[in-house]
């Protein structure tokens, strides 16, 4: 039934027959042109300011090909069934006409010009972009990744990524504590002896805590007092030493590397019984005209005149993760501080052998011995007398302050300050 009522300049649809089999004809495309497109409008005929070449002049409307089939048909609602691979079969040749059966061979340099007349819906595109391939190579547990993937970067106070360099880092040293002295090792109504604690695990005590002995390499002991100011004397009596026994006697701070000899390191200060000479920071200089042997009885002498000015603060004591740890009370250590006026006097059998040592860091100083003898011999020997009864007490120090014996050092608890730990209650240590 034709329609009534239409206007006289536009002609009425054809019947659905008869579009379909002008759809059917080679001329399908430009007659489909004609009815969707007016030639006054959307002209097929090249542009005055194009080239002649075909493949680049073609402005066709893109509506042009929306009715058209690709398999030749017209559908009703007018979708274009496009191929997937989002290429259409239409080859325009010279003269204008239309090639159904040939495929587009589009020239890279009009790519531009003809997708713009027929574009390709979206929803059609498959995608191009490959899956990536599981990488089985680097499964090595081993290796440590190069992946950068989830590490978060950090972010201001606005929210927004900002440079890890920015935000400068709040390190606070800490140091482990592997031990500390309790009521066992040191006590107010005990007097000063050898500690238990503060000690190489090679070293053996006598049941008294005054002899110390050791095989298998240098270790140190020192005892469970030491002095920050003052003058003060002890005396070492080399026990026995055998046919590959050497000892390293003196003074040492709490950082004294317990697995190493006196002198090792920046905290200790020793007398060499081979040569005689004077040992610090690992390195020995020559001090006496002669070393000392078995029998020998070496005298110790210290002055820290107002030391405790010059002492470090006391570091706080925390508990992290079951691991106790040391760590200043600024966040970080401080400089160590020169005492004025500060020595270390070492005597043979009552005679001295002059000053070792001056400009002595600042801190607390213990009494401290290392001892050493090959395997399968007898332990190398020392037997520590703090005082009062000596048996070569100096009677001259030349004119410096007279040493009070280490026994009349007081109990002075820990150099530290309790912090709360994890379960909220204090380290007890002693």
């Not at 649809?13 to 379909?20: F, G, N, Q, S």
């Not at 005055?48 to 893109?62: C, E, I, N, R, Y």
């Not at 159904?100 to 819906?121: F, G, H, V």
């Not at 090959?374 to 040493?403: A, H, K, M, Q, S």
């Amino acid at each position: 039934m034709e329609p009534k009522n239409l206007p006289a300049s536009i002609p009425p649809p054809p019947p659905l027959a008869a579009a379909a089999a002008a759809a059917c004809s080679p001329t399908r495309f430009a007659s489909i042109s004609a009815v969707s497109s007016p030639p006054e409008t959307h002209p097929l005929s090249p542009s005055p300011s194009s080239s002649s070449d075909p493949d680049q002049d073609l402005d066709a409307d893109p509506d042009t090909f929306d009715d058209a089939d690709a398999d030749g048909d017209v559908e009703a609602d007018g979708d274009v069934d496009a191929d997937v691979e989002g290429d259409a079969e239409i080859d325009v040749d010279g003269d204008g006409d239309a090639d159904a059966d040939a495929d587009l061979d589009l020239d890279p340099s009009k790519e531009k010009s003809l997708s713009s007349l027929t574009p390709t819906p979206a929803s059609l595109l498959l995608p191009t972009k490959k899956p990536k391939k599981k990488n089985s190579k680097n499964n090595n547990v081993w290796t440590k990744p190069t992946s950068r993937k989830g590490k978060k970067k950090s972010k201001s106070a606005l929210g927004q990524s900002a440079p890890a360099s920015t935000a400068p880092e709040d390190n606070v040293l800490m140091t482990p504590v592997p031990r500390l002295r309790d009521r066992t090792d040191d006590s107010p109504d005990v007097i000063i002896c050898l500690s238990r604690v503060s000690k190489s695990e090679r070293i053996e005590l006598s049941e008294d805590r005054l002899t110390a002995g050791c095989t298998k390499g240098y270790r140190m002991v020192r005892a469970t007092r030491g002095v920050m100011q003052g003058a003060w004397y002890f005396e070492i009596k080399v026990k026995h030493l055998g046919a590959t026994g050497h000892t390293r006697l003196g003074w040492s701070t709490d950082k004294g590397d317990l697995q190493a000899p006196v002198g090792f390191d920046s905290y200790s200060y020793g007398f060499r019984d081979i040569d005689g000479s004077k040992i610090h920071k690992a390195l020995r200089e020559k001090y006496a005209k002669e070393g000392y042997k078995e029998g020998d009885v070496i005298g110790f002498y210290i002055n820290l005149p107002e030391g405790e000015k010059y002492a470090p603060k006391k570091p706080y004591l925390v508990c992290l993760k079951g691991q106790r740890y040391f760590y200043p009370v600024d966040g970080k250590e401080e400089a160590p501080q020169i005492v004025p006026g500060s020595e270390i006097l070492f005597f043979k059998n009552g005679i001295c052998q002059g000053v070792a040592f001056t400009e002595l860091f600042g801190g607390r100083y213990y009494p401290a011995a290392s001892v050493y003898t090959l395997p399968n011999e007898l332990n190398c020997e020392v037997t520590f007398n703090f005082g009062p009864d000596f048996e070569f007490f100096p009677e001259d120090f030349g004119g410096r302050p007279i040493p009070r014996p280490m026994v009349e050092v007081e109990y002075h608890g820990h150099d530290y300050i309790e912090k709360p730990v994890e379960n909220g209650a204090s380290e007890k240590a002693s």
